[in-house]
């Protein structure tokens, strides 16, 4: 199974609201790290947080994760409608550190001008 | 600076052909990977290889077969196409823990 779950799956709002997204993991991380994927086109990374972090921001992008939840949330505010893609979170493996990097399945984020 | 890049970006087998995706980085990273993405299943990890001559399976490896035999180039092969292993294919490459991973732009997988 997926080591990181993505929640919601979709999510639609209007040009100048704020999108939230959600991703779950199930073993120890070093880092986690969100990528956006624009309709066809490969993935580019957005931000990583360490596994000893807490909050991390760029730009619009703020990031929070909560290890003993193992969970991590993306804020992306003032939304813009360059903004729809998809974004998913990946995770390394850290305990077992064998170089996995495993991705969940992703929210579809659409913006409306 | 090329980044990585994924030979083919488009192609048609027919079931039972064979066929090898080549994915090429130039940033001298250690780790790459191959990945499949179907409709919402996400990125779905097939192999990968934490340094050249080395590979381990995924969580989908069955129906390929890899090799890194240049640090450089990770090829994922085919050895007898299913009509299920339709789907995209993207490769990666990482340098390593705290950084960010780079990907191909994809290669575009029909098996009819």
């Known amino acids: 199974s997926q080591q990181g779950e993505e929640d919601p799956q979709a999510l639609s709002i209007q040009e100048g609201e704020n999108a939230t997204m959600n991703c779950s993991y199930k073993?120890?991380?070093?880092?986690l790290q969100w990528y956006r994927q624009n309709s066809g086109r490969g993935l580019v990374h957005l931000i990583l947080?360490?596994?000893?972090?807490r909050e991390k921001h760029s730009g619009r992008l703020r990031v929070t994760l909560d290890t003993s939840k193992k969970s991590s949330s993306l804020l992306i505010t003032a939304s813009r409608a360059a903004d729809t893609a998809s974004y998913f979170c990946?995770?390394?493996?850290?305990?077992?550190?064998?170089?996995?990097?495993?991705f969940g399945q992703g929210t579809t984020l659409q913006v409306k001008p | 600076n090329a980044g990585v890049t994924q030979t083919p970006k488009f192609r048609v087998l027919k079931t039972g052909q064979s066929m090898t995706l080549l994915c090429a980085q130039d940033?001298?990273?250690?780790?790459m990977y191959w990945y499949r993405q179907d409709p919402g299943m996400g990125l779905r990890l097939i192999h990968y290889?934490?340094?050249?001559?080395?590979?381990a399976k995924g969580e989908v490896p069955d129906g390929y077969n890899v090799s890194r035999l240049k640090k450089q180039n990770f090829l994922l092969g085919l050895e007898s196409a299913a009509p299920s292993q339709t789907s995209v294919y993207f490769c990666?490459?990482?340098?390593?823990?705290?950084?960010?991973?780079?990907f191909g732009q994809g290669t575009r997988l029909t098996v009819v």
């Open positions: 990946a995770t390394d493996r850290g305990s077992s550190n064998t170089g996995k990097l495993i």
């Open positions: 073993t120890s991380i070093n880092n």
């Open positions: 947080i360490r596994s000893n972090e």
């Open positions: 940033m001298n990273h250690e780790y």
């Open positions: 290889s934490v340094g050249e001559g080395t590979t």
């Open positions: 990666a490459s990482y340098r390593g823990f705290y950084t960010e991973a780079f």
